[in-house]
């Protein structure tokens, strides 16, 4: 159990290291070793260590040299943390070196003293996350090993172990345990050592490898593990490709880690890799891979997570867990769950409470599908949707935010009560076109759509700038004619509008940023803005934008959206209601704002405060 004592010691000495010459990223360097040496020291009995000094005088060393005798004498004794306990560069420290002796002998150490250090590394975590070093948070690791179910005298491989926190994590869920480290980093590998050490654990190996080099089809990993459990860097690029046994990985290294977890296992072995969603349904030779996956059967699951759960970063993120021996049943068949809806956003942070956790244990652990959270989907169903496993692309339930407030959204029950047609059946789609970077003799000069023309529903026509076309460019296919929905293809924010009456002599073209939809006869535009407006409608829009930083919408993946099947009379009438409604709301919002401005006109007047201003004319 850490105490306030010792907590306030050991944040003691990184308030002294303020005063050296050390930049923040390299604290760990100083800490950690001098950490380990003391609590090697307090437990030299039990672990048969042995010390020429006593800590008196090690504690009262003002030149660094014993303090540097020790740490080798006790690297000498445990070359497993040698490379961590290296780490210390004494010349950074030594002017302060007594005050950080005095601070380690406040620290109450007891056998597992990792919670402690713990919770200095969870107090850095932006800091280092903005060094490079990915900090998942406790509840990603704690999820991880309760799926992976460790079992006794099993061994556990980590290829991106950071500062091992999610092996010790494994190491300590069951007895016997045995841990495996890789890093590329060396500094993260020489701290990972040390935590491991003072965790009190027993049976670990961390050495610093690039993954890598074990990709190729003439290297496969020697060494098998019961359990792979990763969190590799996310949207690493490769400088050149790499051919394995289950194809090419080219300049995402994604998939490289998910192959080299699987050739890391046993045959009856299970592993989770973290990561980015782009990798569930990118096409080109990622999905060439991730076909083989599936088809393999060695993809378990898919959860997906709140995005910023990892510090550092905003990119969603899933947890893929891979198994090359699924009970029966679950064979041939992927688990998809969305927990991209959980989490609490506090200071720029988002975390994930126990009882979330608890809901995706209990839809995994019993294997249940509920439509909102889970969804056991089998291969035949994969195929079908070329092998896409972004959850929101198959899980129909969710809790949203709308027009209308706060909702419950069932895509399945919409589909099963309702006759439908798909979109592609009532409109003809067109895309936006990209413009040039400028306006010279090789570009066509045209008025051009942009994000900010449409605002609040309204797209402003008076506000479209001239854009340069490249001279190849067919700019008639993406003119916009009267009547036509927009709907942005990019970005954050989902935009819908219909482009009202157009003067006869301009033309307006829509850029990339939008996909438009022009009604066949019989078509009310309206009817088409009610439903894209509706919960539902915004909900068929979220499962198929896909990407993570900036979601994206192809005409492709819209064309079969379900549209309400109805006569034209009928469409015709729910449109202009539609249309009559929001254009009353409209009037009702200006009218509301008028009398709120006359009557803090009044309350001016009346404080006197009216006289200090004169209203401009509009």
Aim: charged share 25%.
């Amino acid at each position: 159990m850490v105490t306030n004592k010792s907590e306030a010691a050991l944040f003691g000495m990184a308030d002294k290291l303020r005063s050296t010459v050390l930049t923040a990223e390299k604290y760990d360097n100083v800490i950690v070793p001098l950490f380990s040496l003391r609590y090697g020291y307090v437990f030299q009995e039990k672990y048969d260590l042995h010390f020429t000094m006593p800590w008196s005088e090690i504690s009262g060393d003002r030149s660094g040299n014993k303090v540097m005798q020790a740490l080798g004498e006790l690297a000498s004794q445990r070359s497993e943390i040698q490379h961590g306990l290296m780490l210390l560069d004494i010349e950074s420290c030594r002017g302060i070196l007594p005050e950080l002796m005095y601070q380690l002998e406040k620290i109450e150490f007891i056998e597992d003293s990792s919670e402690l250090l713990e919770t200095y590394f969870q107090a850095g975590a932006k800091l280092r996350s903005k060094y490079g070093t990915l900090f998942e948070p406790n509840e990603i690791n704690d999820l991880a090993v309760r799926i992976l179910d460790v079992k006794p005298n099993a061994s556990v491989y980590d290829f991106a172990a950071g500062y091992a926190r999610s092996l010790v994590q494994a190491a300590q869920s069951n007895v016997n345990v045995s841990i495996h480290g890789n890093d590329i980093n060396k500094e993260a590998v020489g701290i990972g050592q040390l935590y491991c050490f003072v965790s009190g654990l027993q049976q670990f190996n961390y050495e610093q490898n690039d993954v890598f080099t074990l990709l190729s089809d003439e290297v496969t990993s020697e060494r098998k593990y019961n359990y792979v459990i990763s969190h590799p860097p996310l949207g690493l690029k490769l400088d050149q490709e790499i051919r394995t046994k289950y194809g090419v990985i080219r300049r995402d290294a994604t998939m490289g880690f998910v192959i080299h977890a699987l050739d890391s296992l046993k045959e009856d072995g299970k592993a989770i890799v973290t990561v980015s969603n782009s990798v569930l349904f990118q096409g080109a030779a990622t999905g060439d891979i991730r076909k083989d996956l599936v088809d393999d059967d060695l993809i378990d699951a898919v959860i997906t997570l709140p995005a910023g759960i990892f510090m550092g970063t905003s990119i969603p993120i899933t947890m893929l867990v891979l198994d090359k021996n699924k009970t029966p049943e679950r064979k041939g068949k992927v688990q998809i769950i969305d927990a991209t809806s959980f989490g609490e956003r506090k200071r720029g942070e988002t975390s994930m409470s126990s009882a979330e956790i608890d809901q995706i244990m209990d839809r995994y652990l019993h294997f249940k599908e509920d439509n909102k959270l889970s969804r056991i989907l089998d291969v035949f169903e994969i195929r079908q949707n070329n092998y896409n496993l972004l959850p929101s692309s198959y899980v129909q339930m969710e809790d949203a935010n709308s027009i209308i407030g706060e909702v419950q959204i069932d895509r399945s029950a919409f589909e099963n009560n309702i006759k439908t047609v798909p979109l592609r059946q009532v409109v003809d789609i067109y895309r936006g076109l990209n413009t040039a970077g400028s306006l010279d003799t090789e570009t066509t000069k045209a008025k051009v759509i942009q994000l900010a023309d449409l605002q609040d529903g309204v797209l402003h026509l008076d506000s479209v700038q001239t854009y340069g076309l490249k001279a190849t460019t067919n700019e008639k296919e993406c003119e916009i004619k009267a009547g036509d929905v927009l709907l942005t293809s990019r970005g954050i924010v989902m935009k819908f509008a219909v482009v009202s009456e157009l003067e006869e002599d301009d033309s307006y073209y829509l850029s990339a940023n939008f996909i438009g939809l022009r009604p066949l006869p019989g078509v009310n535009p309206y009817f088409l803005l009610a439903f894209f407006e509706s919960p539902i409608g915004e909900s068929y829009i979220r499962s198929l934008r896909k990407g993570a930083a900036l979601p994206i919408l192809n005409v492709k993946d819209i064309q079969d959206i379900p549209i309400p099947k109805l006569s034209s009379d009928e469409m015709e009438q729910i449109g202009n209601r539609y249309k009559k409604t929001s254009s009353d709301y409209a009037e009702a919002i200006k009218a509301a704002k008028r009398i709120y401005i006359n009557q803090l006109e009044q309350v001016y007047e009346n404080i006197g405060v009216s006289k200090g201003y004169k209203k401009k004319s509009n």
